[in-house]
């Protein structure tokens, strides 16, 4: 089971000081937050995706191959990726560096966007949202699997005789996880694919959630990748915790009251009641998260949101401290004790390099000389099936 | 009068649902509505049918109306409500207008219904206003709303102004509105519309007050999904 954080890279005023961080300020701080997510225990941090004001994560391949650079041991992912509005070729392409550049410490979400607005400024339409997500994930399966590409589909111009560089690290493509909270297309390509699929269990009650996880469980079995309980199951959570209740509430309203997603609406009070929010002692926080454990049983990837809504770096790297030292250690406690042997530990560079070959040697293939066409046609690799074929002179 | 009684087999009284937007207590929305399902009850009484009446005031939901508007959050009272409107057999709405205007309390609750909850139902459109100046805000506004929720609106609506509270045309209106809906009640029209047609409607996942669970593995995007193609080009 992992633990993580995940950031929706919003610069926001914060409420208390009145301040609103500059961009670099933002981003500098995103930073020291991934550091010390891994400096407190946690494996996971990951890092949205947008491509206009208030947020500052357009680029996140650069990010996290920094933070990769910083860090030994976190999985650095994706909350998410835009599969609709990215072309998958460079998605291919960038994910499959920052992977090199990790040592295969990563793996990526993805997601559709619901910006209006950003589809049509690369070139799409959110009317077609749902079919380009399904369309450019079936290409980028297929070039982080396949040395050489034809492709010809409806949103992309096609692909002749295509190689994606560089090659996945030990030709094993990053894991992928398909999100979303109420498409059972996304539920469906996820399971067809035998990749995972992530609930953002945030805005929706748990039995909302439970529906399509159990769903996705169900046709990932249909398409024989296992059982329903060796699925991949990741799941996004928000918390605020402090030691004292009471504290954690006092502490946590302003943020919650002028939050650009929920601000203005629902009281704190309500909005903990009826959806996944804890707010409150490390004890709230462990016995809420567990419920989630008892809807959609054993799961690979738990989330938590924790620096929206303007709170200050100082503000998280406290709740990291908390989730580190007090509520991690619990869960991954009591978690353990309730696994289920049957289910599938959370999947890793490592745990699919060796199911991929065994103890036998990884694949890491080396380039054919370039012929002076800067093309390399059939047989791109020294290890490609095929010989290579030269053109007539 | 058709006295035909109802086939034997629908010994389930009706049930109507009366929504009303007023906001005093009591309010004269409230009042109009309430006289429509009393003569709707009392028509059914007089041809052997029971209907049984729910009434949801809108004021004791204005706050989770508003938090539903702004945020994703549907709360206790509304998924009461919600509910109530998808079981009922027809319902009778009632706005009091504001500014020429249904008021914004009624428009917003019929705001984050799901679009398919209310399919065919029959609805008895009722309005009260300070000046008989506002009488075709129903017919004007009230109508194109529930025509965009696919509802049945029954041909008469019932307006009532001040000087309206007095006057016999408004207890006919009321009439021939009651029997309208009692008879589309009867047709059983909804129910019908429902079960043969509803798979021709537009859906989410997870609509109709999150009683649309199906999943059709068949379509065009589940062959995308599944990494087939998802046919010719849709129009863009």
Sequence with gaps: ???????????????????????????EAIVKIAVKAEEVGLDVFAIGEHHNPPFFSSSPTTLLAHIAALTERLV?????TLITTNDPVRLAEEYAMLQHLAKGRMDLMLGRGNTAPVYPWFGQDIRQGLPLALEHYNLLHRLWREDVVDWEGEFRTPLQGFTSTPRPLDDVPPFVWHGSIRTPEIAEQAAFYGNGYFANHIFWPTSHSKRLIDFYRQRFEHYGHGTRKQAIVGVGGHAYIAKRSQDAVKEFRPYFDE??????????EEFTRGTPLSVGSPQEVIDKTLTFHDAFGDYQRQMFLIDHAGMPLKMVLNQLDLLGEEVVPVLRKELASRRDPESAEAPTHASRVKAKYGDGPVRRPRPNANRGDNVTGASPYQDSDAAAEYPAL | MNDRPREPEHTEPFRLVVVSGGTSDPSSTRMLADRIADRVRTLAADRGERVTTDVVDLRELANEITT?????????????????LGRAD??????????????????????????????????????????????????????????YLRTMTVPTSVFAATEDWNSTELGERITRAAIEVLL?????FAE????????????????????????DL???????????????????
């Design chain 1, 1 to 27: 089971m992992q633990f993580g954080v995940f950031s929706v890279s919003d610069i926001t005023r914060d409420p208390v000081s009145g301040e609103t961080p500059s961009e670099a300020e933002r981003i």
């Design chain 1, 76 to 80: 650095l992912s994706t909350a998410t």
């Design chain 1, 259 to 268: 939050a650009p997603v929920y601000g203005n609406g629902p009281s704190l």
């Design chain 2, 68 to 84: 539903a508007l702004v945020s994703q959050l549907t709360g206790p009272k509304m998924t009461r409500v919600i509910e109530l």
């Design chain 2, 90 to 147: 027809a319902i009778v709405a009632g706005a009091p207008v504001y500014k020429a205007a249904p008021s914004g309390l009624f428009s917003s609750f019929f705001h984050v219904l799901d679009n398919d909850l209310l399919i065919a139902k029959p609805v008895v459109l009722a309005a009260t206003a300070g000046t008989a100046r506002h009488a075709l805000v129903v017919d004007d506004q009230m109508r194109s709303l529930f025509a």
């Design chain 2, 184 to 188: 589309l009640m009867e047709s059983g």
């Design chain 2, 192 to 215: 019908k519309v429902r079960s043969e047609s509803w798979q021709h409607y537009q859906h989410e996942y997870g609509s109709a007050g999150g009683t649309e669970l199906e999943i």
């Design chain 2, 218 to 236: 068949s379509t065009d995007l589940m062959r995308l999904a599944t990494g087939g193609s998802a046919g010719p080009r849709r129009k863009q």
